[in-house]
């Protein structure tokens, strides 16, 4: 099975939050990362979070570890249509160089 | 200045051709991959290098044979073309240790007809 899953699709209102999930199975997960993709375009480090941390927020963005549960979340506060984008989750152990990605999410925001 | 640039962006050829996309990193960065993105947008790691030399290959048809020339440079050959191999393939670079963060290309969307 994948390494790294996340739901496909998520459809929000202009001006909610987006929350953004993602489970991994590698107890060793040392980065774990969230990459945004617009049309058209390669991916972009949004932000990433030390397994050593509960939490990291960065402007509009709010990312949330259970490293217990194996879970990360991606909160977008006050989403707007230029969100829109396909986010993935990402994870990395230290000694590794190669970050194992998730399938993508399809934030879609419409007015 | 493009960090990561690949070249062509756009790819349209017949089955059973040969044909190549560079990628060149301007970052210093000792770490170079191949990802394929399918049309469902699922990402694959297909090689990685580290310092021109292979130390990640997943398991990709030998048709497909990545040659890095210097450290900067990692460019795709893909021989025998088939339509299975129709993607977008992007190129990555891996930055400072400490946070493991890759820097993608624009891709290369290739189409074989």
């Known amino acids: 099975g994948e390494d790294v899953e996340q739901s496909l699709f998520l459809s929000v209102r202009e001006g909610d939050s987006s929350v953004i999930n993602c489970t991994y199975t590698?107890?060793?997960?040392?980065?774990l990362y969230w990459y945004k993709q617009e049309p058209g375009a390669g991916l972009q480090l949004l932000t990433y979070i030390f397994s050593n941390m509960d939490m990291k927020q960065d402007q509009r963005l709010t990312v949330l570890l259970n490293k217990k549960d194996k879970h990360l979340s991606l909160r977008i506060a006050d989403t707007q249509t230029g969100d829109s984008a396909i986010y993935f989750c990402?994870?990395?152990?230290?000694?590794?160089?190669?970050?194992?990605f998730g399938r993508g999410t399809s934030l879609i925001v419409h007015p | 200045d493009t960090a990561v640039s690949q070249t062509p962006k756009y790819l349209v050829t017949q089955m059973g051709n040969d044909k190549s996309i560079k990628c060149e990193q301007n970052?210093?960065?000792?770490?170079m991959y191949w990802y394929k993105q399918d049309s469902k947008k699922f990402l694959k790691i297909m090689f990685s290098y580290n310092n021109k030399e292979l130390i990640i290959n997943e398991t990709v048809p030998n048709r497909f044979s990545p040659k890095s020339p210097d450290k900067a440079h990692l460019n795709l050959h893909i021989n025998s073309l088939e339509l299975g191999d129709s993607a977008v393939y992007f190129c990555a670079s891996m930055g400072a240790a400490n946070t493991g963060e890759l820097f993608f290309g624009e891709g290369s969307r290739l189409t074989v007809l």
């Open positions: 990402a994870e990395k152990s230290g000694g590794s160089y190669i970050p194992t």
């Open positions: 590698d107890s060793s997960s040392t980065y």
């Open positions: 970052l210093g960065h000792d770490t």
